[in-house]
């Protein structure tokens, strides 16, 4: 089992930066791909952002491409995600992802454990 906590939400202007953290729980996650999502109201989930076991490779969505940074410390079991330039259209609430696949997944249903999710509201 792996129990994912995330934290760092908050209400932010537009052209703010937040920084969210995941904290991991449970055996072997540094071995676990990770990924951040996030879900507008009324809306579908969406892949923001996946990086791999090691933290060597990520992948973003474009629309976050060169806003939002995600990044893993294996040694504290946290993953985090970075962004600036927040737009109010970034409004949602952000989800931390486990997976084991080795593939890079942009999918919802190939992640095996999930967190609560962190509210993050931009104003204009």
């Known amino acids: 089992q792996v129990q994912l906590v995330e934290s760092g939400g908050g209400l932010v202007q537009a052209g703010a930066s937040l920084r969210l953290s995941c904290a991991a729980s449970?055996?072997?996650?540094?071995?676990?791909?990770m990924a951040w999502f996030r879900q507008a109201p009324g809306k579908e989930r969406e892949f923001v952002a996946h990086?791999?076991?090691?933290?060597?490779?990520?992948h973003y969505a474009n629309s976050m491409k060169g806003r939002f940074t995600i990044s893993r410390d294996n040694a504290k079991n946290t993953v985090y995600l970075q962004m600036n330039s927040l737009r109010p259209e970034d409004t949602a609430v952000y989800y931390c992802?486990?997976?084991?696949?080795?593939?890079?997944?942009?999918?919802?249903?190939?992640?095996?454990?999930w967190g609560q999710g962190t509210q993050v509201t931009v104003s204009s």
């Open positions: 990086i791999n076991w090691s933290g060597v490779y990520t």
């Open positions: 449970g055996r072997t996650v540094s071995t676990y791909a």
């Open positions: 992802a486990a997976t084991r696949s080795v593939s890079t997944v942009t999918e919802t249903y190939a992640y095996d454990y």
